[in-house]
């Protein structure tokens, strides 16, 4: 406890903000501690001040905005890195009111790692942390170890971050299981035994360990396919969670074409009855014991910032096929598109769609 108060006292001392109002943040913090409510499906974000967010035991409102990401840019911790990443990126918008609080720091070789809040969606976790050094480390970072699930594998990881002057670097990892070793609840570890920069590479010691609830989602089971050219899509069950579409699909691929094509790729686009389309990018695929081909393969991809007022959603699954030319040391391919599957948000149902224009993404 007397290491946690020394980092405590150390982290408010760098914020430059007058005394009187330090002062009042940590009494308000220590004595005047709010009431605990149920988390509410309202459009607002709940973001931690930094004294807060170390002693985890108060919590305010503040509306993303680049206001906001100027405040952050000033303090040494990120109360809230989802805020953050929803001022650029809408589709982390819902992840800030339903994550989970983790609030753990661990400090090594001049570098504090704090994990912030986590949100597991049952098909992927999503963890946002805040790195701060001593010295300047610059513009890009990376971790040779990732978070790990007890008892289960990770199938995909990936990581993003943003460089922020005066505070460090705020970042998101996620991270996607394997499908049949998910549960309600994820233990999660990592140690992330080093970190590689532009530069140098930095071993030191930081350990977390921690548990994350499951955002509850039922599952609608699809179990349709579609099938074209040699290549069918087994479009199995979607589960739509308060944070993000979670879609399971699996591609069969026809032996006859392999003799002429070397590798498919078959992947989703949405549309929602508003006019929004939608990436769904897949989180890794699998193959298992009842591949025919090596190129049968298990996907999960997911869908983040589906608008609160869509009430239908639809699918556009299309595969790409590849192949490379040793004579003329280049490479082919072309586009498979396939029936859609058109799916009822309100009554859970679903049906597909014959020959779909697939719509376009629009540039970012």
Same mark, same amino acid.
């Given at each position: 406890?007397?290491?946690?108060?020394?980092?405590?006292?150390?982290?408010?001392?760098?914020?430059?903000?007058?005394?009187?109002?330090?002062?009042?943040?940590?009494?308000? @913090?220590?004595?005047?501690?709010?009431?605990?409510?149920?988390?509410?499906?309202?459009?607002?974000?709940?973001?931690?001040?930094?004294?807060?967010?170390?002693?985890?035991?108060?919590?305010?409102?503040?509306? @993303?905005?680049?206001?906001?990401?100027?405040?952050?840019?000033?303090?040494?911790?990120?109360?809230?890195?989802?805020?953050?990443?929803?001022?650029?990126?809408?589709?982390?918008?819902?992840?800030?009111?339903?994550?989970?609080?983790?609030?753990?720091?661990?400090?090594?070789?001049?570098?504090?790692?704090?994990?912030?809040?986590?949100?597991?969606?049952?098909?992927?976790?999503?963890?946002?942390?805040?790195?701060?050094?001593?010295?300047?480390?610059?513009?890009?970072?990376?971790?040779?170890?990732?978070?790990?699930?007890?008892?289960?594998?990770?199938?995909?990881?990936?990581?993003?971050?943003?460089?922020?002057?005066?505070?460090?670097?705020?970042?998101?990892?996620?991270?996607?299981?394997?499908?049949?070793?998910?549960?309600?609840? @994820?233990?999660?570890?990592?140690?992330?035994?080093?970190?590689?920069?532009?530069?140098?590479?930095?071993?030191?010691?930081?350990?977390?360990?921690?548990?994350?609830?499951?955002?509850?989602?039922?599952?609608?089971?699809?179990?349709?396919?579609?099938?074209?050219?040699?290549?069918?899509?087994?479009?199995?069950?979607?589960?739509?969670?308060?944070?993000?579409?979670?879609?399971?699909?699996?591609?069969?691929?026809?032996?006859?074409?392999?003799?002429?094509?070397?590798?498919?790729?078959?992947?989703?686009?949405?549309?929602?009855?508003?006019?929004?389309?939608?990436?769904?990018?897949?989180?890794?695929?699998?193959?298992?014991?009842?591949?025919?081909?090596?190129?049968?393969?298990?996907?999960?991809?997911?869908?983040?910032?589906?608008?609160?007022?869509?009430?239908?959603?639809?699918?556009?699954?299309?595969?790409?096929?590849?192949?490379?030319?040793?004579?003329?040391?280049?490479?082919?391919?072309?586009?498979?598109?396939?029936?859609?599957?058109?799916?009822?948000?309100?009554?859970?149902?679903?049906?597909?769609?014959?020959?779909?224009?697939?719509?376009?993404?629009?540039?970012?």
């Amino acid at each position: 406890m007397k290491d946690k108060e020394i980092s405590i006292k150390s982290s408010l001392e760098t914020i430059q903000v007058p005394v009187q109002k330090l002062d009042q943040i940590i009494d308000d @913090a220590l004595f005047n501690q709010p009431v605990q409510k149920p988390k509410s499906k309202k459009r607002f974000y709940k973001v931690t001040a930094a004294a807060v967010f170390f002693l985890g035991i108060a919590t305010t409102s503040m509306i @993303a905005s680049p206001t906001f990401a100027n405040f952050v840019s000033q303090i040494p911790v990120i109360g809230n890195v989802f805020d953050y990443f929803a001022v650029n990126h809408n589709d982390f918008e819902s992840y800030a009111r339903f994550s989970e609080s983790v609030a753990m720091s661990q400090s090594s070789m001049g570098i504090d790692i704090i994990i912030d809040q986590a949100v597991y969606d049952g098909t992927n976790l999503t963890l946002s942390f805040v790195l701060k050094s001593e010295e300047p480390l610059g513009e890009t970072i990376e971790f040779t170890g990732l978070p790990q699930i007890r008892g289960a594998e990770v199938s995909n990881a990936s990581v993003k971050h943003e460089y922020i002057e005066n505070v460090g670097y705020a970042g998101l990892i996620t991270i996607t299981p394997d499908k049949g070793n998910r549960g309600s609840q @994820a233990y999660i570890s990592w140690e992330p035994a080093t970190i590689i920069t532009q530069t140098k590479e930095i071993k030191g010691n930081w350990n977390f360990e921690f548990w994350v609830s499951q955002i509850s989602g039922e599952p609608i089971v699809l179990n349709e396919k579609v099938t074209e050219d040699g290549v069918t899509v087994h479009l199995r069950e979607v589960t739509i969670t308060d944070v993000s579409v979670n879609i399971d699909y699996q591609q069969l691929v026809d032996p006859i074409l392999l003799e002429e094509w070397e590798a498919v790729e078959a992947e989703l686009i949405a549309s929602d009855n508003l006019g929004n389309v939608y990436k769904v990018p897949y989180n890794g695929g699998y193959a298992d014991g009842t591949a025919n081909t090596r190129e049968d393969i298990n996907w999960t991809a997911t869908l983040r910032g589906l608008n609160p007022e869509a009430t239908s959603l639809t699918f556009y699954p299309f595969a790409t096929v590849s192949r490379f030319k040793t004579d003329t040391n280049s490479s082919d391919s072309k586009i498979i598109e396939f029936n859609a599957i058109e799916i009822d948000l309100i009554n859970r149902s679903y049906i597909l769609v014959e020959d779909p224009i697939i719509p376009k993404l629009k540039k970012e």
